[in-house]
């Protein structure tokens, strides 16, 4: 299994990007994939997560309502739209895959992408 994170860059404060994690091998309906962030000296942080079959969604309260998480099936592909950026949201960006249906924490992720960097400019 691999996957390629891909769509970080710099952006200014308000922006939006929209960040895709594209996965090798079958996704099954009761795995999760979910999007972590480590900023410089912080340890890494849940972002967002998703219930591959069924769509359930999971969000960190740092980030509900600015972003939103979804895939497509068809492409194997995972997305994480992120609006109204902030300074604070600066981080490069990981994707994973976590076998056991759990979303938290980060130890239950199996696979993991090789991060997006997202720099927000005040």
């Known amino acids: 299994v691999q996957l390629q994170a891909s769509g970080g860059g710099l952006v200014q404060t308000g922006g939006s990007l929209r960040l895709s994690c594209a996965a090798s091998?079958?996704?099954?309906?009761?795995?999760?994939m979910g999007w972590f962030r480590q900023a410089p000296g912080k340890e890494r942080e849940f972002v967002a997560a998703?219930?591959?079959?069924?769509?359930?969604?999971y969000y960190s309260d740092s980030v509900k309502g600015r972003l939103t998480i979804s895939r497509d099936i068809a492409k194997n592909t995972l997305y994480l739209q992120l609006n109204s950026l902030k300074p604070e949201d600066t981080a490069v960006y990981y994707c994973g895959k976590s076998l056991r249906g759990s979303y938290l924490p980060a130890g239950e992720y199996t696979y993991w992408g090789q991060g997006t960097l997202v720099t927000v400019s005040s």
């Open positions: 998703i219930r591959w079959g069924a769509g359930t969604r």
């Open positions: 091998g079958r996704i099954f309906s009761s795995h999760i």
